[in-house]
């Protein structure tokens, strides 16, 4: 039976992992590893690891002694040693839809909160105070400000969806964004 580890994971239970791998025919193990020591022994006879963000390095993969595929739970492959994996003939994949609207949606939340004072103000009520806690002139319309968006990858460009309907400035860097992509991010963003 293929065994396949989950080397960590931020969700109360493997529930959803576990009835799709089992019925599939595998053996699951799910761990709460931080450190490579750890992973090493647990993947050292894994036929496929998952990973959120376990620092799965050059001295983790190659303890792998027989697996075919490492995932990851999200976007990038920041926490895996992709030229290792490489070196070993493992492929590797990500989630590349993985909470996009989740992450968008919170860095407007961090927007709308800053510019509105929103900590301070909702601090000063339970404190027994009544009025806002940042004077007014302090706080912003988004419709008045700039907003710089660093990277425009499937989240850059979510956030930068969510901003037009504020109508404040979009500004843009991003090295690796074409001109065609550039094209097709439509009007009020500047690059």
């Keep these: 039976m293929p065994k396949v580890v989950i080397t960590d994971f931020t969700f109360k239970t493997l529930e959803i992992e576990e009835v799709i791998l089992r019925d599939g025919g595998c053996d699951v193990v799910g761990a709460q590893c931080k450190t490579p020591e750890e992973l090493i022994h647990l993947v050292a006879d894994a036929d496929a690891v998952i990973t959120q963000f376990a620092p799965v390095n050059g001295d983790v993969i190659h303890a792998m002694a027989s697996a075919k595929a ?7 492959f920041d926490n895996i040693d992709v030229e290792a994996a ?37 601090a000063h009520i339970p404190s027994g105070e009544w009025g806002l806690a940042v004077p007014l002139e302090e706080m912003r319309a988004l419709t008045d400000l ?39 991010l439509g009007s009020g963003l500047d690059l």
């Design 70 to 76: 490492i995932v990851r739970y999200g976007i990038g």
């Design 86 to 122: 490489r070196e070993r003939g493992i492929p590797d994949c990500n989630i590349p839809d993985y909470c996009i609207d989740e992450v968008a949606d919170h860095a407007l939340a961090f927007i709308l909160a800053t510019t509105r004072g929103l900590r301070p103000n909702c």
């Design 146 to 184: 700039t907003v710089g968006i660093i990277g425009l990858g499937r989240i850059g460009r979510a956030v930068a969806d969510r901003l037009r309907a504020f109508n404040c400035q979009l500004v843009a860097f991003d090295p690796v964004t074409s001109q065609d992509d550039e094209q097709k």
